[in-house]
């Protein structure tokens, strides 16, 4: 294996002993490799998890941009796949009951949620904008929330997602699959609509282009509750 420098790094030529081919790597790949390595690695991706929880527990804003980075790296190297399966293997991981799939707001779970966000990009919330519209007008009762969720709900089953993001649901399927065979569907349902779509509609209206109003926050609220009590059944 022969190496020079180069402005990105350290630069590596290594020949494939299989097919004859050369390949070429900066140190940066390297590195890169070894830290999707880690990650991939049980008990290493564990320590990593519970550490950047604790690290950035009074930082939320800062874990927030690092998950959009690490994501982001995910993606471009072709590495989702395999993270995603650590990500689903640790989360699951002592549960003994699929109920509990995917709770709180730790740093796994923004880490799902940002892969959802960065794939679905703005196809589905171009797709709700029509139905979720009518948060910022007036006030809505409990029976036009319960309508507007329902609307809602049937208007998701007819989304087609694009192919990335589908390929990431099927990641997660798969790593449900093996801890609680039978409940990939609620899984991924959960992990959407209490991970994704629940707090993309309380906090952030423009999404959906319209106004962060009094009557978008109250109704944003109330179709949220609804919303999670049919997801979390």
């Known amino acids: 294996m022969n190496s020079r420098s180069n402005p990105k790094g350290s630069y590596f030529r290594k020949t494939d002993s299989r ?6 790597f900066t140190s940066i790949d390297v590195n890169l490799s070894n830290y999707f390595t880690t990650l991939i690695d ?59 799939m995917f709770s709180g707001d730790h740093f796994r779970i923004l880490l799902l949620a940002e ?28 029976s036009e929330t319960s309508l507007l969720a329902i609307q809602l709900l049937a208007l998701l089953s007819t989304f087609r997602f694009p192919s990335e993001a589908g390929a990431n649901v099927v990641a997660i399927s798969e790593g449900i699959t093996l801890r609680f065979p039978g409940y990939e569907q609620s899984g991924c349902g959960r992990l959407f609509f ?8 309380l ?4 999404s959906f282009r319209t106004d962060d109003t009094p009557a978008y926050r109250q109704n ?8 999670k009590s049919i997801a979390g059944r």
């Not at 998950?67 to 072709?78: A, D, E, G, P």
């Not at 944003?220 to 919303?227: E, F």
Request: some cysteine.
């Open 19 to 24: 097919t004859g081919k050369s390949h070429s």
């Open 42 to 100: 049980p008990g290493m991706a564990r320590y990593f998890f519970r550490s950047m929880d604790q690290t950035f527990q009074s930082e939320r804003g800062i874990l927030t941009v690092f998950t959009r980075l690490l994501t982001s790296l995910c993606r471009y190297h072709n590495f989702s796949r395999q993270v995603l399966w650590a990500l689903v293997e640790d989360n699951l991981q002592g549960l003994a009951d699929p109920s509990l």
């Open 115 to 142: 892969h959802l966000s960065q794939t679905l990009g703005s196809t589905l919330t171009t797709f709700l904008t029509p139905c979720l519209s009518v948060l910022a007008s007036l006030e809505l009762s409990f």
């Open 194 to 201: 209490l991970a994704y779509l629940c707090p993309l509609i």
């Open 203 to 206: 906090n952030s209206p423009q």
């Open 220 to 227: 944003s609220l109330r179709l949220v509750q609804v919303i």
